[in-house]
């Protein structure tokens, strides 16, 4: 893998790190702090600008009380300084006590600057589950 690609690879294990850790300077540490940032959490409206987007963080961190990503990397391309990553992310988080898992298929989109790739855009789409099966006839 050429070295563009393995430093974005990095930089998206970086994200996922900072939100499994559940810790803000972690998460600002990997993104972009500018306007033309963007982040679509799934059911949310879209977040513009560092601000809002730091916000939404800072909202999901403090009502959330373990989160575990695996991350099946589907999709890494460079294109000059931009970078992005498609993933699959199975999600497994703690609600009352219990464990409740979830799919979500995300875009990651990143920004080189000075040797160093950061988050200028993440969406979230939830995936339906195609275990639970409904008897049509009931």
Not at 57 to 84: A, E, M, P, Q, Y
Request: hydrophobic share 40%.
């Amino acid at each position: 893998m050429d070295k563009d690609l393995e430093t974005l690879k990095e930089a998206n294990k970086a994200f996922y790190e900072a939100f499994e850790s559940l810790d803000i300077q972690k998460m600002d540490a990997v993104w972009l702090k500018e306007a033309h940032v963007k982040c679509v959490h799934p059911g949310w409206d879209i977040q513009v600008g560092w601000p809002d987007v730091r916000d939404s963080w800072v909202l999901i961190f403090n009502h959330t009380i373990k989160i575990k990503f695996s991350i099946c990397l589907f999709d890494l391309s460079v294109r000059g300084n931009l970078g992005w990553t498609i993933c699959n992310e199975s999600i497994s988080t703690q609600d009352k006590g219990k464990w409740v898992d979830g799919r979500i298929i995300s875009t990651n989109l990143f920004e080189r600057h000075d040797d160093t790739w950061q988050l200028i855009h993440h969406h979230g789409s939830p995936l339906l589950s195609l275990d639970t099966q409904t008897d049509p006839s009931s």
